[in-house]
């Protein structure tokens, strides 16, 4: 499955306004009037830690760069244009997508 930067984009959206909804309901005092909950799916749950996981994910994986810069340097490094035109393809048509 391809998931398209703009659906990530949109469903941060989502979460923070979550996020700020729950941090200005949580500084309010209590009020006699009956509260709204909102209750989320075990999948919304997972997605929290997830989200942490992966803004504490390195931009850049060395281990790859390194991989590949020895391969460059030693001139065994092979690139499959078929597998980076499907990649792109992928790419664009995932871009595409309706949000």
């Given at each position: 499955m391809i998931i398209s930067g703009s659906q990530i984009q949109n469903i941060m959206k989502i979460y923070n306004e979550q996020n700020k909804v729950a941090k200005?309901?949580?500084g309010k005092s209590v009020a006699a009037t009956p509260k709204d909950e909102?209750?989320?799916s075990s999948k919304a749950q997972e997605f929290g830690p997830m989200l942490e996981k992966l803004k504490?994910?390195?931009e850049?994986?060395?281990d790859k760069v390194q991989e590949i810069s020895q391969s460059l340097q030693s001139g065994s490094y092979q690139v499959d244009s078929g597998a980076v035109a499907n990649k792109m393809i992928g790419r664009l048509m995932a871009d595409q997508l309706p949000d």
């Open positions: 200005s309901a949580s909102v209750i989320l504490n994910m390195p850049v994986r060395q």
